[in-house]
């Protein structure tokens, strides 16, 4: 596509940062450059300094790929100092100078860099010497080759007869030389088949070497023969076919470019017949298709007389600056005619093939490959500059044909990029714009849904090219009337397509018309809000530009019809929403037309009473595509409707006027009937729910607060039931947020007495209807309830508030006992935060009403209690939702109270919630670390309201300043844990944090492992030769075991950890001492763990951590080996195993804890049984003679009891 050349933002995020490509002003690294090259020399024996050496040239010369021309005055000598380098004999350095060459080469292009080379007389032979040196097939020093086919190019343009060099040659009477001319023949024919880019450079040497006089006399006919003989006779189906098809079609279309007519005419005929033969058009490879189009295209050039059409329109000033003091002026440049007294005047007659060739290019613009179509558009430019102008007429009508609703996109894109070129050369007569301006402009709207996706951005891309070219082509005067048509057109794609390409692409050719035409109205303004950067998110263009551009009157009808026509029925839900939004912004601009004409037309497409929706109510089951692009337009009919009523609602506001002002009754009838009609026809059901509920909610919502006078009508007796069973419906999720939003609403403007009060019997009714949904079996309908409860307006909770807290706390304790309600426990969670924050606080005042003394303590507590939800099921860690609502809500609820009754929080509950949080802090999950870290700062940095009783505040503010973790990435494990491990000098937080780094050291993810485990070995370390402060650590981790006994999510982590703490010896100075009380309860709570367990994940830990407690003296060493013994005939060969190439690790680092002279005996035989034997006796003897040896009791095996 030709814009999105352009593109330099990410594609996948719409709203970032687009990336600004960097402007030079000069090749500011010439001595750096000069410097690499004369270092090759010295770097290129070894390979790590002629690896880098190679990628800074190619890292600095890439930074050039987008203004090669700063490079020009520096070609030249980076060119002869590479050059003097091949001259050496080393053959590294050779290639390696011509790499470098290559790179040079691919940022300023072969054309220019090639003029650079020498080309006297005497670098024929040394290039062709050199040439015969390469081996084709090398895949490792192709630049080489590259290169010095492109010298060879550039010596065949020397002026002599290349049989002149032959007879210099110093032969050998014995030995026939070849003639040089033969040789380069040779070398051509035999580059043109290879696999890599010296296919390419064999190409251009044959329409170097071709087109000289003496070589086209004597071998031209020969040549041509071999390549139509080739291409007839090599299978394009076959991989090395393809590559030998490839080189050859190119190698043609080079010649028939660069070769003169008259040489060349005679030998057109048999090569397109050739082509013929060959149906390139059928392969299934794209780039020869694409060759095949190039090349006919030259034949057809052939085949007409070089001359300039007569009839071409041609703009008579191309200065940008001349067209905007015309501009100014308010004048125009008459076009100018092209002297063509030169020209022959005389008609001559078209060859037949002419006719064949553009056939086969109007085929070619309708190709599946963008390359192909590109090259026949390019053809058909080219062609038809040549033809009479009633042939070219011809050629554009058939192109104007492409654009038809029967055509497929590809049609469109071709046919949109063959008139760009037809623009451009003038060969599209301002006559023919009335027929072609229509159908641009449709192009630049195209948008096709095929499955999940949508096809037509290329064409759109392509219309914004043919508006870009029409603006370099043609004189104000002959665009003028259709400035109005294409400004809009452009303006349209560049605010509200869905592609950032083609928004881009569109705002490019709104600038260049506003600068060549000078006739766009206000563009000047337009440009510098909706410039290349400014269209980049998607957002931005349709909240905030369209909303300035919409000001402006003759742009405001064109972008509301756009945006009511085609993006309130996009595809895409997302373009949908945002188009209902720029409808809200832009109602102010025209309320009257929204008001008349919009409203009414989006009501009977919401409705299905619409003529052009065919009936969206009556379409036939087997119509799935039908039905959804109904249900589409249906949705985002519902929610523009709701939000252009929600938008003049706010003007009639302004103006101390009604809403009804504006909306007519019929419009207030429609809107009103919406939800009936909906619920009549069944569109609630299956998948049209998903998307109908919510918009119907959102039209609820707006309805509701924009005063509609609906109160008491039968109407809001029909919404509330429609909210209530959306609430219990599986559509819960996919409308949750638009739910909560219109049952507030609904409450809000319809439940409320003119006192102020709630409806009593109606606030009854719904309190009872949710505290009952609490306790359905059923998941979403206690997510719904409870949702329901936490949205309720303040008059609504209040003389209800102990009732509603009551039902939210014995649900959030009951569904803890059940693993499957815990997603609805997580929204009971927030709807309590919810309640809290709706009702107040106030210390001394009715429970009924407000939190107060009597109630707070309940709500911390299943607050404080939901931090301790671990429940896993089959989707994983699905406590983790519990958490993190529990974490929100203490959050919200503490700096409530903190703000109006602080004498509620208590010491105990604030230190319960930020060890919690603290906990939470040093766990492995990223998300809900950074989630608690988040909360736990929040807490302790704020001031008003300050936060009291918080434990060690000032360790805590010395461990984390404002200033330093204002930019502190939580998720980044390597950041958060250095911080969490200082926690561990402080005693009231140091259980929490032991707890929450063991499943952080002890877990799976590697990047949290090592972060979590350096951090906390860190403290260890500082702390190894305190013995107070290593004893209160290492109770701690006592305690922790001690009170997860059999809680595999901590014990089985937490006997890595402490594994890997002995392996670090981080307990050597209780070592020591003989039988150290940590070592004997440490080993006491792990033979609790592992009887009777058969979990390896469990054993192979725990065995290891037997082995670590052996640094221990004492008789404590004969407790640990019998149960290492025990465990070599457990009954699991992999657990037996497991434990031998333990013991024999651990006999090597403590050789001291068997006798020197069994020492060798025992590790021999611990490392060649075969401890995953089938044969337990073998095992079993095995093993007491280890016990012997270690001087233990041998186990006896205990018969089990037979029961009678």
């Known amino acids: 596509m030709v814009f999105a050349e352009v593109e330099s933002a990410s594609s996948g995020d719409e709203g970032g940062e687009p990336h600004i490509m960097l402007i030079l002003e000069g090749f500011n690294e010439s001595a750096e450059v000069r410097a690499l090259i004369a270092s090759l020399p010295e770097v290129h024996g070894n390979n790590i300094t002629r690896e880098s050496t190679s990628e800074r040239f190619l890292l600095i010369m890439d930074r050039y790929q987008e203004q090669p021309h700063l490079l020009d005055p520096h070609l030249e000598w980076m060119v002869n100092m590479m050059l003097d380098l091949v001259k050496s004999e080393k053959s590294m350095l050779v290639h390696l100078s011509f790499k470098f060459l290559y790179i040079v080469s691919k940022v300023r292009g072969y054309k220019i860099f090639m003029q650079l080379l020498p080309h006297e007389v005497s670098d024929i032979q040394s290039v062709l010497d050199l040439l015969s040196r390469q081996d084709p097939k090398d895949p490792e020093v192709w630049e080489t080759r590259y290169i010095l086919l492109l010298w060879l190019s550039m010596t065949c343009l020397i002026p002599f007869d290349l049989s002149r060099l032959d007879g210099h040659l110093d032969l050998d009477v014995a030995q026939a030389r070849e003639p040089t001319m033969d ?16 296919r390419d450079a064999a190409s251009v040497l044959v329409s170097k070497f071709m087109t000289r006089p003496d070589v086209k006399q004597k071998r031209l006919g020969d040549f041509l023969d071999w390549c139509l003989t080739t291409i007839s006779q090599t299978d394009d189906q076959s991989g090395e076919g393809i590559i030998v098809l490839d080189g050859t079609l190119h190698s043609l279309a080079s010649l028939f470019k660069h070769g003169k007519r008259d040489d060349f005419l005679q030998y057109a005929p048999m090569v397109l017949q050739c082509l013929e033969q060959k149906h390139l058009s059928e392969s299934s490879y794209a780039m020869l298709r694409k060759l095949g189009v190039k090349l006919i295209q030259r034949l057809a050039l052939t085949f007409l007389k070089s001359r300039l059409a007569k009839w071409r329109y041609q703009r008579g000033s191309r200065s940008l600056v001349v067209n905007l003091a015309v501009s100014e002026a308010t004048t125009d440049v008459e076009a100018v005619t092209p002297d063509v007294g030169t020209q022959d005047q005389e008609d001559y007659d078209i060859p037949e093939e002419v006719e064949n060739v553009i056939e086969q290019l109007l085929v070619g613009l309708k190709d599946k490959a963008t390359i192909v179509r590109w090259s026949a558009a390019k053809g058909i430019g080219r062609v038809t500059g040549r033809l009479p102008k009633e042939l070219a007429d011809e050629v554009v ?27 451009r050369r003038g060969l599209l007569l301002p006559s023919r714009l009335k027929e072609v301006v229509p159908l641009v402009v449709k192009a630049l709207t195209y948008d096709k849904k095929r499955g999940k996706c949508s096809t037509g951005s290329n064409v759109r891309d392509a219309a914004c090219y043919v508006c870009w070219a029409f603006a370099r082509a043609y004189e104000p005067s002959e665009l003028k009337p259709f400035v109005n048509q294409i400004a809009s057109a452009l303006l349209i794609t560049a605010l509200f397509d869905q592609n950032i390409i083609c928004r881009r692409a569109a705002s490019a050719a709104f600038q260049e018309n506003v600068g060549r035409q000078g006739t766009f109205p206000h563009g000047i303004d337009i440009l510098t809000a909706a410039d290349y950067h400014a269209v980049g998110n998607l957002n931005n263009c349709y909240l905030t530009i369209s909303f300035y551009i919409a000001s402006l009157s003759e742009y405001t009808k064109p972008i509301i019809d756009h945006l009511v026509a085609m993006k309130v029925k996009h595809w895409d839900a997302v373009i949908r ?19 008349s004409t919009v409203l009414p037309k989006l009501l009977s497409v919401a409705m299905g009473t619409d003529p052009y929706s065919a009936d969206l109510d009556c379409i036939d089951l087997y119509s799935v595509d039908l039905h959804i692009t109904s249900l589409h337009s249906r949705h985002g009919a519902i929610l523009a409707c709701a939000e252009i009523t929600h938008a003049l609602h706010k003007l009639a506001t302004q103006n101390n006027r009604s809403t009804v002002d504006y909306i007519s009754s019929v419009c207030v009838d429609g809107l009103k009937s919406i939800h009936q009609r909906l619920f009549d026809k069944k569109h609630y059901r299956g998948c049209d729910g998903k998307l109908l509920r919510p918009a119907v909610c959102a039209l609820i919502e707006k309805m509701c607060l924009s005063k509609m006078p609906f109160k008491g009508d039968p109407v809001i007796t029909g919404w509330q039931c429609m909210i209530d069973d959306t609430l219990n419906s599986h559509d819960l999720m996919s409308s949750k947020d638009a739910v909560v939003l219109a049952l507030a609403a609904l409450c809000e403007e319809n439940y409320r007495t003119e006192t102020g009060q709630a409806d009593s019997k109606m606030q009854e009714v719904l309190v009872s209807r949710y505290i009952a949904g609490l306790n359905s079996p059923a998941v979403l309908s206690r997510c719904g309830s409870a949702m329901a409860l936490g949205c309720l307006p303040r008059f609504m909770i209040c003389g209800k508030l102990q009732q509603i807290l009551k039902g939210l706390l014995q649900s959030c304790k009951e569904s803890q006992k059940q693993a499957n309600l815990t997603e609805a426990r997580s929204y009971v969670v927030r709807a309590i935060a919810q309640v809290c924050l709706t009702a107040g606080v106030q210390a001394s005042g009715s429970p009924d009403s407000v939190v107060c003394v009597e109630n ?11 931090m301790d939800d671990y429940t896993i099921d089959h989707r994983g860690d699905v406590g983790a939702w519990v958490r993190e609502a529990a974490m929100s809500s203490l959050l919200d609820v503490s700096l409530l109270v903190a703000s109006d009754a602080p004498e509620l929080l208590s010491p105990d509950v604030v230190r319960r919630m930020m060890c919690s949080l603290a906990q939470q802090a040093a766990e492995k999950t990223n998300r809900y670390r950074a989630h608690a870290g988040t909360v736990l700062l929040c807490l302790l940095h704020s001031t008003e309201p300050a936060v009291l009783h918080i434990p060690h505040r000032e360790e805590l503010l010395s461990i984390f300043p404002v200033e330093k973790t204002a930019s502190l990435n939580w998720k980044d494990p390597s950041q958060a844990f250095p911080y969490i491990t200082q926690l561990l000098r402080l005693p009231q937080y140091q259980y929490h944090i032991v707890l929450g780094l063991t499943v952080s050291v002890g877990g799976i993810t590697e990047s949290t492992m090592q972060s979590s485990s350096k951090s906390l070995f860190d403290h260890l370390k500082g702390i190894q030769q305190n013995a107070a402060a290593l004893g209160q650590f290492a109770d701690t981790l006592l305690s922790i075991f001690r009170d ?16 890997q703490m002995l392996a670090n010896s981080c307990f050597e100075i209780f070592t020591t001492q003989e039988n150290h009380q940590f070592c004997l309860d440490m080993l006491a709570l792990c033979c609790k763990e592992i009887r009777k367990s058969t979990d390896f994940h469990k054993l192979k830990p725990c065995i290891a951590v037997f082995c670590g407690l052996i640094q221990f003296p004492g008789n404590v060493r004969k407790t640990i080996l019998q149960q290492l013994l025990l465990l070599l005939c457990h009954h699991f060969p992999k657990i037996r195993k497991t434990t031998a190439s333990n013991m024999y690790e651990m006999l090597l680092i403590y050789d001291d804890i068997i006798e020197t002279e069994v020492l060798d005996d025992t590790m021999t035989l611990l490392c060649d049984t075969n401890w995953d ?3 337990t006796d073998m095992v079993r003897s095995q093993r007491n003679q280890l016990c012997d040896w270690f001087g233990i009791n041998r186990p006896k095996v205990i018969a089990k009891s037979s029961v009678h």
């Not at 380069?184 to 010296?198: C, E, G, P, Q, R």
């Not at 707070?856 to 939901?866: E, H, P, T």
């Not at 997860?1044 to 594994?1059: A, E, G, Q, T, Y």
């Open 856 to 866: 707070v303590a309940g709500v911390y507590a299943a607050l404080l209690d939901c």
């Open 397 to 423: 009508v058939s192109v104007l044909s492409c654009l038809s609703s029967q055509e497929m996109d590809n049609a469109w894109h071709g046919g949109c990029l063959a008139l760009a070129e037809l623009g």
């Open 183 to 198: 040789r380069i023949l040779a070398i051509a024919k035999s580059y043109l088949t290879v696999s890599d880019k010296s």
């Open 1173 to 1175: 034997s089938e044969d």
């Open 577 to 595: 929403t945002l188009a209902t939004k720029a409808l809200h912004n832009l109602t102010p601009q025209a309320p009257d037309y929204m008001a």
């Open 1044 to 1059: 997860h006994l059999r809680n595999d999510r901590v014990s089985i982590p937490f006997l890595k950890m402490l594994d």
